[in-house]
């Protein structure tokens, strides 16, 4: 089983920048759809980027031009570099994985079987 571990949140004001990480560790041997998601209390779990494994990516409509999803195979960890960041933004980041070729065109939460932790996100106005 893969594991995933996030890591990289924090509190930074509104403009600012992040880069979230995420680790995977266990028995890597099948390419991974993989993605953020990230929740805010009270909200559903919303999708934000996705990468297939030929890294591909696909951005979400409220994090486009803002935020970069990457991969590094070698090292087996998602990244996902946040600039100009808002209030909005503010959230629970997730990770998640999938042994699957490739993405679906907007994921939903169901389409993943690996879930990180999470890491926190906060943005001051």
């Known amino acids: 089983q893969v594991q995933l571990v996030e890591s990289g949140g924090g509190s930074v004001q509104a403009g600012g920048s992040l880069r979230l990480s995420c680790a995977a560790s266990?028995?890597?041997?099948?390419?991974?759809?993989m993605a953020w998601f990230r929740q805010a209390p009270g909200k559903e779990r919303e999708w934000v980027a996705s990468?297939?494994?030929?890294?591909?990516?696909t951005d979400s409509d409220s994090v486009k031009g803002r935020f970069t999803i990457s991969r590094d195979n070698a090292k087996n960890t998602l990244s996902l570099q946040m600039n100009s960041l808002k209030p909005e933004d503010a959230s629970m980041y997730y990770c998640?994985?999938?042994?699957?070729?490739?993405?679906?065109?907007?994921?939903?939460?169901?389409?993943?079987?690996?879930w990180g932790q999470g890491t926190q996100v906060t943005v001051s106005s």
């Open positions: 998640a994985a999938r042994a699957r070729l490739l993405c679906q065109v907007s994921p939903v939460p169901t389409f993943f079987s690996r």
């Open positions: 266990g028995y890597i041997y099948r390419p991974y759809c």
């Open positions: 990468i297939d494994s030929s890294a591909k990516t």
